[in-house]
Antibody, heavy 118, light 111 residues
Framework: EVQLVQSGAEVKKPGESLKISCKGS????????IGWVRQMPGKGLEWMGI????????RYSPSFQGQVTISADKSISTAYLQWSSLKASDTAMYYC???????????WGQGTLVTVSS | QSVLTQPPSASGTPGQRVTISCSGS????????VYWYQQLPGTAPKLLIY???QRPSGVPDRFSGSKSGTSASLAISGLRSEDEADYYC????????????FGGGTKLTVL
């Protein structure tokens, strides 16, 4: 069974750093893109970027370029999304997704809620 | 402001047929596949339609997708109360670098 399991909810202060994770199982982790999607409270879905764990090819949405870093460790089938200095406006639910052009994003993680508040 | 344009809301009564539109441009819908996602309240989104009109296994055939030019639509026939959810269209966009764009979402209410 394909699963994407994300790390748990986080509460951070502005200026702090954070790295959240997404562990894939039940499929060949290195053969499919993993993307990240943001959903701010009460709002729609926003595309952040994507990584191909097979060769670490990474693409960012222009809106998120320079704001976050996407990485992956194929040895443990895990993708990451990280911030070096959080802002209150980073408060949102973050989903990892698996897939690509031919399949769409066919599997979604359960989401990681990030709350940034002083 | 989302790159793809959807109506913010739609509604229908049980058994009715409802359509949700999604409008884009030549760099996204006009030249790439369209996908639709359903987000039930308090849950992660789920893939409903891929490659314009394909249903993943387990998605009822009450859901169908179509695309024409730079627009797409999702149709739901035989509307059921459990279809009440937010629906998002998405497409890859070639304008700057390869990335994905979403519609703003349509909240479907079953009256």
């Amino acid at each position: 069974e394909v699963q994407l399991v994300q790390s748990g909810a986080e509460v951070k202060k502005p200026g702090e750093s954070l790295k959240i994770s997404c562990k894939g199982s039940g499929y060949s982790f290195t053969s499919y893109w993993i993307g990240w999607v943001r959903q701010m409270p009460g709002k729609g879905l926003e595309w952040m970027g994507i990584i191909y764990p097979g060769d670490s090819d990474t693409r960012y949405s222009p809106s998120f370029q320079g704001q976050v870093t996407i990485s992956a460790d194929k040895s443990i089938s895990t993708a990451y999304l990280q911030w070096s200095s959080l802002k209150a406006s980073d408060t949102a639910m973050y989903y990892c997704v698996k897939g690509g052009i031919l399949t769409g994003f066919d599997y979604w993680g359960q989401g990681t809620l990030v709350t940034v508040s002083s | 402001q989302s790159v793809l344009t959807q109506p913010p809301s739609a509604s229908g009564t049980p058994g009715q047929r409802v359509t949700i539109s999604c409008s884009g441009s030549s760099s996204n819908i006009g030249s790439n596949y369209v996908y639709w996602y359903q987000q039930l309240p308090g849950t992660a989104p789920k893939l409903l339609i891929y490659r314009n009109n394909q249903r993943p296994s387990g998605v009822p055939d009450r859901f169908s997708g179509s695309k024409s030019g730079t627009s797409a639509s999702l149709a739901i026939s035989g509307l059921r109360s459990e279809d009440e959810a937010d629906y998002y269209c998405a497409a890859w966009d070639d304008s700057l670098s390869v990335h994905v764009v979403f519609g703003g979402g349509t909240k479907l209410t079953v009256l």
